[in-house]
Structure formats: structure tokens, C-alpha cells
């Protein structure tokens, strides 16, 4: 992903409420699920990481994305941004 398309994403992100948190419970099934349907449904969404969550922000982030194929726009406190493009055809894609 290049500054420029990051950029893009950040500014989309801004806006963006948390779907979902991760907290103590790690990073569960039904987690990847509800998040893997979120991505498919928006592309791009937001997630808080609780404070009592097993890591930290931008390790949990990292093993998310890892696991769901998506990229991370930007961690920034406990607050992380993923990307994935979505092979549904009825989803306003984003434009990179």
C-alpha cells in the first residue's frame, strides 16, 4: 500500500465508529467472523483494543490482519484501521 492510498484511508477512517473491541478475550472465531464480514461489507473499519487485551495495540492488529488478509491502515493509541477489498459486488468499493 503506498503514503498516498494510506492517506486515502486515513481520511475515510477519520469518520468511522469502532465496529468491535478486543479485550480480554483475544482474538477469537467468532471475533475473525464478525470482523471478516464487517470488511466484506465496508472495506474499511475501525476496532478499539482494550486495555486489558493479552498485547498491544499494534501487535493484536497485526496478528488481525494477518489472520483476515487485510492490511492496517494505522494504529494510533488503542484504536486500529484495517483494509480489505471486498469481492461482493453490491459494496460501494472504495477508491484508491
Given at each position: 500500500?503506498?503514503?498516498?492510498?494510506?492517506?486515502?484511508?486515513?481520511?475515510?477512517?477519520?469518520?468511522?465508529?469502532?465496529?468491535?473491541?478486543?479485550?480480554?478475550?483475544?482474538?477469537?472465531?467468532?471475533?475473525l467472523?464478525?470482523?471478516?464480514?464487517?470488511?466484506?461489507?465496508?472495506?474499511?473499519?475501525?476496532?478499539?483494543?482494550?486495555?486489558?487485551?493479552?498485547?498491544?495495540?499494534?501487535?493484536?492488529?497485526?496478528n488481525?490482519?494477518?489472520?483476515?488478509?487485510?492490511?492496517?491502515?494505522?494504529?494510533?493509541?488503542?484504536?486500529?484501521?484495517?483494509?480489505?477489498?471486498?469481492?461482493?459486488?453490491?459494496?460501494?468499493?472504495?477508491?484508491?
Amino acid at each position: 500500500m503506498t503514503s498516498k492510498q494510506r492517506s486515502k484511508l486515513k481520511s475515510i477512517a477519520a469518520n468511522l465508529s469502532p465496529v468491535t473491541q478486543i479485550g480480554k478475550g483475544g482474538i477469537s472465531d467468532n471475533l475473525l467472523k464478525s470482523l471478516s464480514d464487517a470488511l466484506d461489507a465496508r472495506e474499511i473499519i475501525k476496532v478499539n483494543v482494550l486495555p486489558t487485551a493479552e498485547a498491544d495495540a499494534d501487535t493484536m492488529a497485526q496478528n488481525v490482519a494477518d489472520l483476515l488478509g487485510a492490511e492496517v491502515v494505522y494504529v494510533i493509541g488503542r484504536k486500529a484501521v484495517f483494509y480489505r477489498r471486498s469481492l461482493r459486488e453490491d459494496v460501494e468499493h472504495v477508491e484508491l
